[in-house]
């Protein structure tokens, strides 16, 4: 089920609302847990049933293993820990990196000219949310083993994982952070600037998604996978079509949910910080999907030593993160030399500060905009080809043709770019948010008009990832 549906807006989304509380009013708690639970695993399985018993397998494991990290055993928890965390990361692979494997074992093999060897690609599906919930798992996991985790009850973990606003494209949570909300009595009746400021986060969620997204997705899409050659304007209006396509999709995602979620009195924790202001690269990652970033930075950068090593391993540390982070987000060759350019630029911009350089604001934003927008186009393209003629394109000043779009989307990116960098963000207004009539006819304004624009459903681009 997707947020930006009939069916989740007038039909899941009230009635959960609705029996949650309800159950809650009678003092019912446990069942208004249980039912939280079967809302979100129906929420789930709507899209695709085959893939429940999986989730529901790795809850189960990783909820036996936690509960062995949090008293004592005659396993030691280190070696309980690593064990959990290779059988996550190995259930990830096989489904996420299977076929990517097989496929470069056989581009291998045909190099060599009595090579015979030839395995049959599985074809498997990805099930959805599989990477979230398994980092959100990890993050259980080494909790657990930190004795962060003061309690472990197999309905509050169920509930810790499968809670839908999350559960298919995060935030990535932390149950220390989340369970102590479900608990707490003040959380267990109904709120209603909460619902009022939920619903304002929504209604921008749901605008950037159909109205911003979808718009920018139809001309992205024209350009990298229509068009067999591109002009320079053409190019350049390809990838900042994506550039703002992905960022007003993920980021229209994170806000319906923390919109959603706040709704019933549960707050997640911010997953973007107008990146496209950031400075320089490091900055960018302090604002894009943050809790991406600091899982990484938790469970991968520290454990391999952080900046507590010479200058030499830490800039190794900080590339191999980006490196990782990049196949993360899918197997694909395309997405390793993503994390790779970033992983690079990261280590040039801590090389450049270490001594002690510094540059023009404007500049620096310009530059960092720039280096951003061109590196996703490898994130976009699907094969190299396809990232050469858009970025072969951009470079080409042999012609100056607008034929392959209409002139809408020009100012357009105009216009977008100029209030990404000058305007408050959803987080920001969030803040500052007062349930008054201005914000109530804003809110019901592009809601309605959201709702309006619904000719078609279309996926969330992180559901791939």
Do not use: C
Not at 253 to 268: H, P, R
Not at 302 to 317: A, E, K, T
């Amino acid at each position: 089920m997707l947020f930006n549906s009939y069916s989740f807006i007038f039909a899941f989304l009230p009635l959960t609302f609705f029996i949650y509380f309800y159950l809650n009013s009678k003092r019912l708690t446990v069942a208004a847990k249980g039912f939280l639970v079967f809302a979100s695993l129906f929420f789930y399985s709507y899209w695709n049933i085959v893939y429940l018993p999986l989730i529901l397998g790795s809850i189960l494991f990783n909820f036996m293993v936690g509960s062995g990290l949090s008293k004592e055993s005659k396993f030691s928890k280190k070696s309980v820990l690593i064990f959990g965390i290779v059988t996550n990361v190995a259930l990830l692979g096989y489904f996420k990196y299977s076929d990517f494997f097989i496929s470069n074992l056989n581009l291998v093999s045909g190099l060599y000219p009595k090579g015979t060897l030839h395995v049959s690609l599985l074809h498997l599906i990805l099930p959805l949310g599989i990477s979230f919930f398994t980092f959100t798992q990890i993050a259980f996991l080494v909790d657990a083993y930190k004795g962060k985790v003061k309690e472990v009850d197999f309905l509050n973990y169920t509930l810790f994982v499968t809670f839908f606003p999350h559960l298919l494209a995060g935030p990535i949570i932390h149950h220390a952070d989340m369970m102590p909300q479900f608990a707490s009595r003040w959380n267990m009746a109904i709120r209603y600037r909460n619902v009022a400021a939920g619903l304002f986060l929504f209604s921008i969620g749901l605008f950037k998604k159909v109205v911003i997204a979808d718009t920018f997705a139809t001309w992205a899409n024209n350009g990298f996978d229509v068009a067999t050659s591109l002009n320079l304007i053409e190019a350049w209006a390809t990838s900042l079509s994506y550039t703002f396509q992905l960022y007003f999709d993920f980021s229209g995602y994170t806000d319906m949910a923390i919109g959603v979620s706040l709704m019933l009195n549960i707050k997640l924790p911010a997953n973007f910080n107008s990146p496209y202001k950031a400075k320089d690269i490091q900055d960018f990652w302090r604002r894009w999907h943050i809790t991406l970033s600091k899982f990484l930075r938790d469970y991968i950068y520290i454990p391999l030593g952080g900046n507590q090593v010479s200058f030499y391993r830490n800039y190794f540390n900080l590339f191999s993160v980006f490196l990782i982070g990049g196949l993360w987000h899918g197997a694909s060759w395309m997405f390793v030399l993503w994390g790779a350019l970033h992983g690079m630029a990261m280590v040039i911009h801590r090389i450049w500060r270490d001594l002690g350089f510094k540059m023009n604001s404007f500049l620096a934003w310009f530059i960092t905009f720039n280096f951003i927008n061109i590196t996703w186009v490898f994130f976009r393209a699907k094969e190299w080809d396809d990232a050469m003629k858009v970025l072969g394109g951009m470079s080409s000043f042999g012609s100056f043709s607008f034929s392959l779009f209409n002139n809408d989307i020009y100012w357009q990116l105009i216009i977008i770019l100029i209030l990404v960098v000058t305007l408050k963000n959803s987080m920001q207004k969030l803040e500052s948010f007062k349930p008054n009539y201005k914000t109530v006819l804003f809110a019901g304004i592009i809601f309605v008009y959201s709702v309006l624009s619904l000719n078609k459903v279309s996926e969330f681009l992180y559901f791939n990832f």
